[in-house]
């Protein structure tokens, strides 16, 4: 696991260096009507978990990191979700969810065919006939990590504390599907610097296709950006639906 994910300075940053919400955007658009049965895996910090279950649904998230848990039961209406510590597998096997979701582009931290392959098989076990499995991974045909280089930061972030924080990303490594970086963040007000690395792994539809029918799921739809456009190699993003194929 990332240490971003572990380290609690960080965890106290990740709202507002995530701040984006194109991602939520879209998925709500697609969810069913509540109260339907959300699972949100990988739920971080709880955001969009929390304010699915103020929309009326019942909503369980799951991450792996304790920290981000901690940081989602102290939000406001975090009461109302069932938070869990751990991977799908960790679920009662016989829970049904009438639609999973996966944001931030966690799938990407996902850098063996096994641990894909359990998570899909873990879906298909757990999804209510019809429903649904959203998830995002960034198009390796449009070489994002190109502009993952200092000279290519973001604006720098007010904090609420009055903290000036700049967050900037530097390519270590690109090896076939793998791209290894590091994730600085420096306060301008004469505050601690810190640092993480990462790698992510950047599959193509087809082998993603791929792993997913192996596992009892197919791609039901597929889109290319956060405003629904079709699929093509120049798209940011590679956003399926997966369904179970019987």
């Known amino acids: 696991m990332d240490e971003h994910y572990k380290e609690q300075t960080l965890v106290e940053l990740y709202d507002t260096v995530n701040a984006s919400r194109n991602d939520f955007d879209f998925y ?8 339907s049965r959300i699972l ?13 279950s103020v929309a009326g649904y019942a909503v369980t998230g799951i991450d792996p990191a304790g920290a981000m848990i901690a940081a989602a039961r102290a939000k406001p209406g975090a009461e109302d979700v069932r938070w869990v510590v751990g991977e799908v597998s960790d679920l009662d096997p016989d829970m049904r969810f009438d639609a999973v979701v996966m944001t931030g582009h966690a799938f990407q931290c996902l850098l063996r065919d096994d641990q894909i392959m359990g998570l899909f098989q873990n879906m298909a076990q757990r999804l209510a006939p019809g429903a649904s499995f959203w998830f995002e991974t960034r198009n390796p045909a449009a070489k994002p990590w190109l502009r993952w280089t200092p000279e290519h930061a973001g604006p720098p972030k007010t904090l609420a504390d009055g903290r000036i924080l700049q967050v900037t990303h530097d390519v270590q490594s ?28 950047f599959l193509s539809l087809s082998a993603i296709k791929g792993l997913a029918a192996r596992t009892g799921l197919s791609v039901h739809s597929v889109s290319g950006d956060w405003n629904g456009e079709a699929f093509d190699d120049r798209s940011p993003e590679i956003i399926l639906e997966l369904k179970r194929l019987d």
């Open 174 to 201: 690109v090896e076939g599907e793998f791209v290894t970086f590091s994730e600085s963040y420096a306060f301008q007000n004469g505050h601690e610097a810190l640092s993480t690395q990462s790698c992510l792994r």
């Open 40 to 52: 949100d895996v990988g739920c971080g910090t709880g955001t969009f978990a929390i304010e699915l």
């Open 28 to 35: 709500c658009a697609q969810l069913p009507d509540p109260p």
